[in-house]
């Protein structure tokens, strides 16, 4: 027995018309001007050309129009709620709302007062809010369970934002389900260049970016799209991982400055030495708190043997021996740490993976010719590595490609894509293989994994040797990307990343065991806090709410596979048979047993 009582006491057709009465009004409300003044951030003076903030709300308004229109069950866009129907219909009609209230609110906040909004912003605010009101007088997509008590207001309204599992999907031409995932990927690359194109100084932009992003993600979430391209790229896979690098590949070619390029580049190698991490952490289970010392070592390595001129070394290899050099110190640096170390398990081995981490952060810091041998420069370290020249280009030239221009850091964030490119292989073909098996054995319980005839230490051992490496090669561009390397830039946890915390959060944050999860964990930790700079002096503390958030609603991360959904989410199993009570057969049985 069930119910679908709605949230607002108002007939489902009236509400489906007012759902789209007021989200046509936030929509005409962004070609009107929102402020008088061009001193707000975007630039809302315009009429008839929507800028900034608006540009979100036009966005959020249409979709929302789009989705409402579907509970007509119009031909063409049925294709948009497989799964749940009236649901992203709300959460798209909160996005609208909170990114014009905020917007409303930070005008009025940093001009003096409500004043200082125009009639167009009035009109997308209060068509927002017609919009949700209305929204949630929709009936739900799950009935609420008639038996129990009564749920409350928090309960009914979850319940609204909840939406069943799309159906298995017809089965589209071969060439059809490739141009899907060639289309996604297009689509993510371009949101991705319009978050990270946002002038640092528009913190107000970017955040009203996070809030129409997020909820309408979760409302592609409930409609159920996103569990169809996640069925196509399961199915193929190579061709995902081939549009993923195309992708990646032609972010550079977006950009028109150094400063974007360059976050680009700097997320490649936080995401590159998370992957690395994932191997340490994700597959064998292995908690490594000093991981970051790793990249340390791969760095001062390419930095000591590239020509530098503070360099004691005073040697210059080409770039491919820097970085097999640099590979084979943190191997041997991973070797020599894991093997008298990694019989320890749990908090022990955590604990020991700091003290190495510190270690190396001061030893380094110490090698300056008074405290120790003159190798490092000390806290000053070593400045001026040279730009890299490979097959005749100078990196740290400005190229010109046809109509394109490829700055400095454009170039260095190519060389990172084929190095992260070698990385996602190395961890695939680990993960999939019969090593790879046997760490997940490992890693769910190292005594079975142990009286199966798996020898852990060496598989583990072997797990921290290929983390380190795969840190020491994303190392080797990193020093050349920053010019110089310093014992600051290895912390255990500090504002601005990669360190050991950041590392672990992106592995955490992003899916443990997956292959895309660092790479979106990383991408968010490195971006947000790169946009949102007047935040900084709070951003442990944020970082911690949101890791805290992140346990309570979804422990298996952003991106998780099969086995940490169900480890986590138990109850959802559709296989688990219902309970019946023992009758008077089974009693029989169980007396024919004993």
Known sequence: MTTQNPLVPLPAPAARIATLAGAAAALAGTFLPWTWTSEFPGDLTVTGYPGGLQVLTLSGAVLTLLFTLTGYGIPGLRWLTPGGTNSPVRLLALAVLGTTGYAMGAISYELGGVVNLEPGAWVSGIGALVAVIASLALPSDVALPAEGPEPTGWQRFRNSLAAPSAPRARALPGWAEILVIAGAFGLALYIFTYGIDIPTEDSEQFIGFLITAVLAFTALTRAGLIARITALTSKHRNVTLTAALVAAFCFPFTQDTAEYALIGANILIFATVALGLNVVVGLAGLLDLGYVAFLGVGAYTAALVSGAPLSAIGVQFPFWAAVLTGAVVSLIFGVLIGAP?????????????????????????NLNGNSGPDLTNGSQGIPSIPDLNLFGIDFGLTHELGPFTLSRPANYYLLMLVVTAVVVLVFRRSGDSRIGRAWVAIREDETAATAMGINAFRLKLLAFALGATLAGLAGTVQAH??????PEQYQFAGSVPPNSAFLLAAVILGGMGTLSGPFVGAALLYLIPAKLQFMQDYQLFLFGIALVLLMRFRPEGLVADRRKQLEFHETDQLDVPKPRKPDETDAGIAKAGA
């Open 481 to 486: 990307v920053n010019y110089t390397v310093t």
């Open 341 to 365: 170390t990694l019989r320890l398990r749990g908090d022990y081995l955590a604990i020991v993976t700091l003290g190495f981490g510190e270690i190396f952060r001061v030893t380094v810091n």
